[in-house]
T-cell receptor
Framework: ETGVTQTPRHLVMGMTNKKSLKCEQH?????MYWYKQSAKKPLELMFV???????ENNSVPSRFSPECPNSSHLFLHLHTLQPEDSALYLC???????????????FGNGTRLTVT | AQTVTQSQPEMSVQEAETVTLSCTYD???????LFWYKQPPSRQMILVIR??????QNATENRFSVNFQKAAKSFSLKISDSQLGDTAMYFC?????????????FGKGTKLSVKP
């Protein structure tokens, strides 16, 4: 049982589709993150939300649009994706403390995205 | 910029034996955190062990221990009494102290297979 739940587990979409990835954390954390894991590349941070406010956008193309309605939920809206966007998208959460100290990240099981 | 290098793409070990995974990193920072994460076929990234750079004592968690050599910028993971459930991808990660939350710099990973 993971404290961070991601849906769907798998997603296949065409380049003209619009879809959304969902993440929910049950750990009471105040920060949430989107990571991209591509084959043979290191895990890459995409977005950071701290107390529902986006604090980091790691030069991610605008075809990826995050949304954080509250500290427990995080979405990644996808539109007009490219085949090279096919990857495992991982959500994580953590508790940000004083002086920016972070608890370790807790990850979900990811969404395997295939863009055709 | 920080970088994390895992020089062993794949390793294997017999059940009950000990294996060491290598990790080196490059940084000009003096205070930082280092992590080992495990990613089994379930795809969830699971924290294995964490080390604060200011601590000289090597971190240990049950069968998992690290050899942290700050001057050499080396952070290896030793798994004792290997179990079949240890089969997974292992990622070494770096985070700057007080840095942007969640901005972990990951290595490319080592695929560990534990053989019966």
């Amino acid at each position: 049982e993971t404290g961070v739940t991601q849906t769907p587990r798998h997603l296949v979409m065409g380049m003209t589709n619009k879809k959304s990835l969902k993440c929910e954390q049950h750990l009471g954390h105040n920060a949430m993150y989107w990571y991209k894991q591509s084959a043979k590349k290191p895990l890459e941070l995409m977005f950071v939300y701290n107390f529902k406010e986006q604090t980091e956008n790691n030069s991610v193309p605008s075809r990826f649009s995050p949304e954080c309605p509250n500290s427990s939920h995080l979405f990644l809206h996808l539109h007009t994706l490219q085949p090279e966007d096919s990857a495992l998208y991982l959500c994580a959460s953590s508790q940000v403390g004083v002086f920016g100290l972070n608890s370790p990240l807790h990850f979900g099981n990811g969404t395997r995205l295939t863009v055709t | 910029a920080q970088t994390v290098t895992q020089s062993q793409p794949e390793m294997s070990v017999q059940e009950a034996e000990t294996v060491t995974l290598s990790c080196t990193y490059d940084t000009s920072e003096n205070n930082y955190y280092l992590f080992w994460y495990k990613q089994p076929p379930s795809r969830q990234m699971i924290l294995v062990i964490r080390q604060e750079a200011y601590k000289q004592q090597n971190a240990t968690e049950n069968r998992f221990s690290v050899n942290f050599q700050k001057a050499a910028k080396s952070f290896s993971l030793k798994i004792s009494d290997s179990q079949l459930g240890d089969t997974a991808m292992y990622f070494c990660a770096f985070m700057r102290y007080g840095g942007s939350q969640g901005n972990l710099i990951f290595g490319k990973g080592t695929k560990l297979s534990v053989k019966p």
